[in-house]
């Protein structure tokens, strides 16, 4: 071989290199989720609105993931592009004449700013569990401001309800389709004539700063309760913290139950790799894979938009029958074990569910029924349109944040299979609300929310469900009071209007059944009638 011919291969040999270590470096950044972009488009006309909903509706979460989906001509719309595409998107883009810039440049870097100082790691969940199996007493309350794995979360309720009998419950709703039991708990004493409120999270898997709230929420209660029974163990009467009047007036008046995820398999995936916007961002299910052609390809993917999934107006508006979209609301209506699961806990408590709220991110909106199409309300709307708007002015008291309220279609857009229409329609429910936590619609963090404002995204909701909480336990008080009033009235007017009453029971012992309304008139004491007298 000459000098030139061993120059040339070894020339060869250098670029073949080079060309190899390119490719893993390009490959490795991918896989760890470097390059995805979130693209803020402006529909400045009807047809540019309708090509929008009809890809948020079609596109596969890679090539387009809404984190709003388009509702208005000159509305914003925030789309999360994977790297792979974000170049063929900006084309489209261009070639239909969008107005567009690129809100996020590299979600990854984003995601390392603002929740890599979040303590979320593996080893901050073994020192966890090993503090609440060392803890004694009532102290296992959850440090606020981070996030936790399922398996810390689901400890944790256990460990409450070890500790608290008489404050909560543990409630098991369902297995999910990779297994994990779907846990919540239950406060308050349980007796028959008690309204119920449930309030759950994390239907949505990405929507962590929603688990962080309702979390919160069991902390909050448990803080109050574990107090007062510290102080009553320990007889620490003096200094000692009063329990919340507010927190006690709950428990005694109404029975509140607090789901804090959903949909664990989800939640637990979107943990697997935090700064990887592929798994961080993941919103449904983790149900097996389903195919779908879509009149160029036959595409497969995993998971169901459980909030799609159940069966108000299933599939109409707003969802998409495509297995690769964000909001794929699978095959049928409750086809999920977990949706199916949680509606028939839901019914469970028909005729006493007064109240269900569902945590959701993002967008600042208090939402209500109904959301397939506008102007569509439930008879009692005026009721319902009342208390949000209170709830939305009490939560902004706190910290001045603006929340808007309506339905669906008026305030974001239209969809139909969700938990709350659901609820509404089904159960009767008197307040059904889908709550959109902070950030506001137009910040373009979405869902990755700093971790400062994790707790007072928390304490503000509150504020506002408590107002909710408020309106469901005055009014059984009141029905309870003019119950007491009713029954002190019968028992005043309860007599005999007529001398010979014990003698005809005597004679025909039916006759308090047979003549009721006679016997109510004139024999109602004889006849143990007392309660039936009209007041
Ligand atoms: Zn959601």
Redesign the pocket.
């Known amino acids: 071989m000459t000098t030139s011919m061993l120059l040339f291969f070894q020339m060869i040999l250098r670029v073949i290199l080079t060309v190899i270590l390119l490719c893993i470096a390009t490959c490795h950044s991918l896989e760890k989720g470097d390059g995805f972009q979130v693209f803020r488009v402006l529909p400045t006309t009807n047809q540019q609105l309708l090509q929008m909903i009809r890809l948020f509706e079609t596109a596969d979460t890679d090539r387009a993931d809404f984190w709003h989906a388009p509702s208005v001509v000159n509305g914003t719309v925030d789309i999360m592009v994977a790297p792979e595409h974000t170049g063929q998107f900006q084309k489209y883009l261009e070639k239909h004449g969008y107005t567009y810039q690129i809100a996020i440049q590299d979600l990854r870097t984003l995601l390392i700013e603002k929740e890599g100082n979040i303590s979320t790691h593996s080893t901050d969940d073994a020192f966890f569990m090993k503090r609440l199996h060392d803890d004694v007493g009532f102290h296992s309350r959850l440090r606020m401001g981070e996030y936790y794995s399922y398996s810390v979360l689901s400890t944790w309720l256990q460990r409450i309800a070890e500790n608290m009998p008489d404050i909560a419950k543990l409630i098991k709703v369902g297995t999910t389709i990779e297994g994990r039991e779907i846990l919540g708990l239950k406060f308050g004493k349980d007796t028959p004539d008690k309204k119920v409120v449930v309030i759950d999270a994390g239907?949505?898997a990405r929507?962590w700063a929603a688990i962080h709230t309702a979390s919160y929420f069991i902390n909050l209660v448990i803080f109050d309760q574990s107090s007062l029974l510290e102080n009553k163990i320990n007889f620490q009467i003096v200094n000692s913290r009063e329990g919340d009047p507010q927190i006690q007036n709950y428990l005694d008046n109404i029975v509140l139950y607090i789901i804090p995820v959903l949909n664990p398999d989800g939640y637990e995936y979107t943990r697997t790799d935090k700064t990887n916007p592929r798994a961080r961002m993941w919103r449904k299910s983790r149900s097996p894979k389903a195919c779908a052609f879509d009149g160029v390809r036959n595409s497969c993917c995993m998971g169901v938009d459980l909030?799609r999934n159940f069966d108000f107006r299933f599939s109409e508006i707003g969802a998409s029958r495509y297995p690769c979209s964000e909001i794929y609301h699978g095959p049928s209506a409750f086809s999920e074990p977990e949706s199916k699961a949680y509606s028939q806990f839901l019914a469970s408590l028909k005729g006493r569910l007064e109240a269900y709220i569902t945590l959701?991110?993002y967008s600042q909106l208090w939402i209500y029924s109904y959301s397939h199409r506008k102007f569509t309300y439930a008879p009692d709307i005026d009721e319902t349109r009342r208390v949000a708007a209170k709830a939305v002015q009490e939560l902004g008291r706190m910290y001045g944040t603006k929340y808007r309220h309506g339905t669906g279609p008026e305030i974001i857009y239209a969809f139909s299979g969700g938990s709350t229409d659901w609820a509404k329609e089904t159960l009767k429910i008197k307040y059904s609300y889908t709550i959109e936590l902070r950030p506001g619609y137009e910040e373009w963090n979405g869902f990755v929310l700093d971790k400062n404002q994790l707790i007072p995204t928390a304490k503000e909701t509150w504020a506002g469900v408590t107002v909710v909480l408020d309106e469901v336990t005055n009014q059984w008080k009141s029905s309870k009071n003019r119950e007491s009033e009713l029954s002190r009235i019968r028992q005043e007017k309860c007599s005999d209007r007529l001398s010979g009453c014990a003698y005809w029971l005597q004679s025909s012992p039916n006759i308090c059944r047979i003549s009721q309304s006679t016997m109510i008139r004139d024999c109602a004491k004889t006849c143990d009638l007392c309660h039936m007298i009209a007041v």
């Open positions: 239907i949505h929507e909030n959701h991110s």
